[in-house]
């Protein structure tokens, strides 16, 4: 596995393997799949209700909890100064761990600085080992930095070859920030998979289209959550740590059009404020 060091000198996986949209079920029969595949990288979140799941399936594995990196996420409705250290000790008691090696705010909305002044506690209580932002757009990031004793080390956004954050990633490294992606294919974008500097790429080192997206964004120093069910391609993503994309197919993927997915709105749309009960594991 390929490592990333934090600012604060945590180690950080390359490779995640992520439980969006993933029922307890689901992670249940799917994680420890990944998990003996070799993945040791775990995002979740409050948010995605299966928390329990994943702590179970990293205490059923066998392999001392020193071994995982664990990233779990707070929703806004918990970023209250009065609720927020609440938040975190539910969370880690979902997970059945003492703490996690990250622990990012999911949105940016709400009383954001409120919170991260409690994750700076959490911090230097040892709850968790690393704290960032999740979706933050480049302004909202400058506020929370504004209050913060500790600067968030990690960001996690959409990137891709077609929103490769190049500009935001340059902005942001005098903190030394390490970024990590989600839709990293481009959100079932099969058209991304066929254009042509990726292709390329892909027939000269005998890979899969997919996999070049993958190497390329390491490349760049991203941590990537590629989702997935079917263990050959839990293989076929981890395989993306034996091969490396030259100078010229790095650039060439860089040149691609820009044209994201997503756009995280200013305000809060009306899914944050409609979220179940976070003890409710689906």
Not at 43 to 63: K, L
């Amino acid at each position: 596995m390929i490592d990333f060091k934090l600012s604060n000198g945590v180690a950080i996986p390359a490779m995640g393997f992520g439980v969006f949209q993933m029922s307890s079920a689901e992670v249940a029969e799917h994680l420890p799949q990944a998990i003996e595949a070799g993945f040791r990288h775990i995002d979740t979140a409050n948010g995605y209700y299966n928390e329990v799941a994943v702590g179970e399936a990293v205490r059923e594995s066998g392999i001392t909890r020193e071994e995982f990196f664990l990233t779990t996420k707070l929703w806004p409705r918990d970023y209250g100064t009065a609720t927020c250290m609440g938040a975190i000790d539910a969370s880690l008691e979902r997970l059945g761990t003492d703490y996690v090696d990250l622990l990012l705010l999911h949105q940016p909305y709400g009383p954001y600085t409120e919170a991260w002044k409690v994750m700076e506690e959490a911090l230097a209580a040892g709850k968790v080992r690393a704290i960032g932002l999740s979706n933050f757009p480049a302004h909202k990031f400058q506020e929370v930095l504004a209050v913060a004793e500790v600067a968030p080390q990690v960001l996690q956004v959409e990137l891709n070859p077609r929103c490769n954050q190049l500009e935001l990633k340059e902005q942001l490294e005098p903190l030394g920030v390490v970024f990590e992606g989600w839709y990293p294919l481009g959100h079932g974008d099969v058209e991304l998979l066929h254009l042509a500097p990726i292709a390329a790429a892909a027939e000269a080192h005998g890979v899969e289209p997919a996999q070049v997206c993958l190497r390329w964004s390491i490349q760049h120093g991203n941590v990537v959550f590629p989702k997935t069910c079917n263990p050959e391609h839990m293989r076929q993503n981890l395989a993306v740590l034996d091969f490396e994309l030259t100078g010229a197919e790095m650039a060439a993927i860089d040149a691609i059009p820009q044209a994201p997915y997503y756009t995280v709105p200013e305000e809060a749309p009306a899914f944050i404020d409609q979220m179940a009960p976070f003890d409710q594991q689906l």
